[in-house]
């Protein structure tokens, strides 16, 4: 007795049913199509943008005394 054996891209092949079950699982795993592994894609790290912190003007206290002086001669 002879059987065919599934196949999606190959003929079906006659096998004898004597053939032992070892052959037979080796042949459909020889047959299989093999999956490709998708590549998982590296997500970009969102750069932070840093804060410009903002300088103080230190005031001349000494000028404007000075000036306050001057205004008042006038």
Not at 8 to 19: C, R, T
Not at 33 to 38: A, D, P, Q
């Amino acid at each position: 007795m002879t059987y065919a054996a599934k196949s999606m891209s190959q003929p079906p092949l006659m096998i004898n049913k004597k053939a032992s079950y070892f052959v037979l699982r080796t042949l459909q795993h020889c047959r299989k199509k093999k999956k490709k592994k998708k590549k998982k894609k590296k997500k970009k790290k969102k750069k932070k943008k840093k804060k410009k912190k903002k300088k103080k003007k230190k005031k001349n206290l000494h000028l404007k005394r000075e000036e306050n002086r001057n205004a008042g001669t006038s």
